[in-house]
């Protein structure tokens, strides 16, 4: 993983032409490298990027594929939950918002949840209302202040990550988690230092491993579209920024996506079953 490649982040579009450029038509991430990581995500349309904390690629799977915008789905969790804390509209992660008694498909999400255990479970109603309690305006302003993926809101202040309007790439993923994990994204530091912890999946002694699925699909039919896993790797006093998403194959949803990263991970040394 030598002669790693800087993405500059410093325009919305032409910073996806530059890395695409840079990771093509250089040698960056060792050949065989890639080729075990594409082997772990056979079978499914899928891409994988591993940078450093500044952004700069080491392993980078699926060439075109890093820079297609799809919709983020529950990875937004990440960056709803910091809006909701640097409003002020929940104070910290302790935070319940009351079930609405609304029966819903996944029976974790029938009951009052904090912030910690809807990141947990995932549970998309109680995102949404901590979108109705941000606003329209003051979501759009975050949203653009992070420069997340194509910034459009236009589906709806409760439906546009979900397969709707907003949509991101792997690039963009990274480039918002980086800020996240140096905390400088331009909100609290208290905001962002709860949002990482989160998402943590597994710590072990300083190494940590952390990270949000996403999926998409019609819950009704039973059909998955999109799998989504984002997220970082603190391993040996060194930080790693990941971000892959799946569609095709079998099952191509969020929990399968993590996966098939965290095999990489194991691939790469960088992650090891309850370390």
């Not at 392993?59 to 990875?75: F, M, N």
């Not at 949002?195 to 597994?202: D, F, G, S, T």
Request: aromatic fraction near 10%; include cysteine; hydrophobic fraction near 40%.
């Amino acid at each position: 993983m030598e002669r790693a490649v800087t993405c500059p982040y410093d325009g919305p579009m032409r910073y996806l032409s530059t890395c695409l450029l840079l990771l093509l038509a250089t040698c960056s991430p060792a050949a065989e490298t890639n080729r075990a990581v594409e082997r772990v995500f056979g079978g499914y349309d899928s891409c994988f990027l591993l940078t450093d904390a500044d952004g700069r690629a080491l392993v980078s799977v699926g060439g075109w594929k890093l820079a297609r915008r799809l919709p983020p789905c529950s990875t937004f969790k990440i960056p709803n939950a910091i809006i909701g804390l640097d409003t002020g509209v929940i104070p910290d992660e302790r935070h319940v918002i009351r079930w609405d008694g609304v029966k819903r498909r996944f029976e974790e999400w029938n009951q009052d949840l904090d912030l910690q255990s809807a990141v947990k479970v995932s549970a998309v109603w109680y995102f949404q209302e901590l979108a109705r309690r941000v606003g329209a305006e003051r979501m759009q302003d975050y949203v653009d202040r992070f420069a997340y993926g194509n910034r459009d809101l236009s589906a709806g202040l409760t439906e546009f990550w979900l397969e709707k309007s907003l949509k991101i790439n792997a690039f963009e993923q990274i480039h918002f988690l980086s800020r996240l994990v140096k905390e400088q994204l331009p909100v609290s530091r208290a905001a962002q230092r709860i949002a990482k912890e989160l998402i943590v999946h597994e710590r072990a002694s300083d190494d940590v491993v952390a990270g949000k699925t996403g999926s998409g699909g019609d819950p009704v039919r039973k059909i998955a579209r999109l799998g989504w896993y984002v997220g970082y790797v603190v391993k040996g006093g060194r930080t790693y920024l990941f971000a892959a998403n799946i569609q095709g194959g079998e099952n191509p949803k969020g929990p399968r996506c993590r996966e098939l990263v965290l095999a990489a991970l194991g691939q790469l040394g960088l992650w090891t079953k309850r370390m």
